[in-house]
């Protein structure tokens, strides 16, 4: 028997399908092992934000004036929480960052804790229950982590300790600062955003002295590294002790000053004050 071979033709739609789904995820870990990502930040955010609508392309979806909403089967009560909690929460920021978005912001909610890191690009480490990437935020179903207590109720704990107030923060500093700053800032700003606004504040009990404190250079260099832990809380101090000093305007203007193309180095000095 005598088999014709037929050669493939591949159309538009597969190619950008393999680059997205396959090439890009490599290309961006090399990119961002080299910080590269931060100049053409929009453009970047626009890549992975396709990533992100293709591969939650089966979900459920709702939208409010600000929102749309992707999610898997869920409870409808939670879900109308997590839509009032979002949206009360990104009204706090905009206050504070007198800043609106013109397009709706995606947020996507996931039982499935493989599939939110898979989409996310996380590929170690301890799973979160929130993250930002590719111009939207991410979260785990709160029924599936929170632990309710007499006290605390699933409400309780989602609204004032939950991850939507820091993973919107990361939204509004990455469009206005055009990602144009370490990983430890970032972070810094989403936790004091939290201590701020919530009243949560991150590592409260962690001690430092002279021999496990790290340094701004270390912190820049190898954040993922270090101890997260301690790196998290170490970032939420800088940015709560320049606050403290200077004033939380002056924390707005940086970001922004970032985003207009100043280097982060024009700054630290307001962070390592004593």
């Not at 890009?24 to 626009?46: A, C, D, H, Q, T």
């Not at 929480?81 to 800043?99: G, L, P, S, V």
């Not at 820049?220 to 998290?232: E, H, I, P, S």
């Amino acid at each position: 028997m005598i088999i014709q071979r037929t050669d493939k033709t591949y159309t538009p739609k597969v190619i950008f399908i393999f680059f997205f789904l396959i090439i890009w995820p490599i290309l961006f870990n090399v990119l961002n092992s080299y910080e590269i990502l931060k100049g053409p930040r929009p453009l970047i955010r626009g890549i992975e934000n396709k990533i992100v609508l293709y591969k939650t392309r089966n979900f459920n979806q709702t939208e409010t004036d600000a929102f749309v909403f992707r999610y898997e089967n869920i409870d409808n009560g939670v879900l109308e929480f997590i839509k009032d909690t979002t949206a009360d929460k990104y009204k706090k920021i905009t206050d504070i960052f007198q800043y609106e978005f013109k397009d709706k912001i995606l947020v996507v909610i996931y039982n499935n804790m493989d599939l939110m890191m898979n989409t996310t690009m996380l590929k170690k480490g301890e799973p979160p229950v929130g993250v930002y990437y590719g111009n939207s935020v991410h979260i785990l179903n709160p029924g599936l982590w929170i632990e309710e207590t007499e006290d605390e109720k699933l409400e309780y704990i989602f609204y004032n300790k939950g991850p939507v107030l820091h993973e919107l923060t990361h939204l509004f500093t990455d469009h206005i600062g055009n990602g144009n700053f370490s990983m430890w800032f970032t972070e810094g700003v989403s936790l004091y955003f939290e201590y701020m606004i919530d009243g949560y504040e991150w590592g409260r009990e962690v001690v430092f002295t002279d021999t496990n404190i790290y340094t701004i250079e270390e912190l820049n260099d190898n954040f993922y590294g270090l101890n997260q832990y301690r790196a998290y809380t170490q970032s939420f101090r800088l940015v709560k002790n320049m606050v403290d000093n200077h004033g939380l305007d002056k924390l707005i203007d940086i970001i922004a000053f970032l985003g207009k193309g100043h280097n982060m180095d024009e700054f630290l000095y307001l962070f390592v004050e004593a």
